[in-house]
């Protein structure tokens, strides 16, 4: 099975995350592909303004996991996905892909539509 590369961040703002409202009412955070050339701190960094307008930086890295995920050409792949602790610099002017909203970190620990995800939430109330 093909194996790909993801990265993404969490940006807080006070008790506040910054996360993708999913059709299911569930959230996830902004994450995505790695495109050619690019780090996965450049990626993170890249599909959170692209999918929330907002423009960030890097805190630190949270860590990663692994799942199985269905492609847009049908296919499924082994993926892994990079996570970030994020704050927010800026916003851009640019329409964003995703619908994007700040949830309160307590109620998003019991929406998240990735369950893997709900381990990060929880280390960043912990710190």
Do not use: C
């Not at 890249?46 to 929330?52: A, D, N, S």
């Not at 990663?64 to 995920?69: A, H, M, N, Q």
């Amino acid at each position: 099975m093909k194996r790909v590369t993801s990265s993404g961040g969490f940006v807080v703002k006070g008790e506040k995350v910054l996360l993708i409202q999913l059709d299911s009412a569930k959230y996830s955070l902004p994450k995505g592909h790695v495109e050619k050339g690019e780090t996965f701190e450049q990626t993170a960094l890249r599909e959170v303004e692209e999918e929330t307008g907002v423009k960030a930086q890097i805190i630190r890295y949270l860590g990663d996991y692994t799942r199985l995920s269905d492609e847009n050409d049908g296919s499924t792949v082994v993926k892994t996905i990079k996570i970030y602790l994020l704050k927010q610099i800026g916003y851009t002017e640019k329409v964003h892909d995703e619908k994007s909203e700040w949830v309160d970190i307590h109620d998003a620990i019991n929406n998240m539509h990735f369950e893997q995800e709900v381990y990060f939430l929880n280390q960043i109330l912990s710190t």
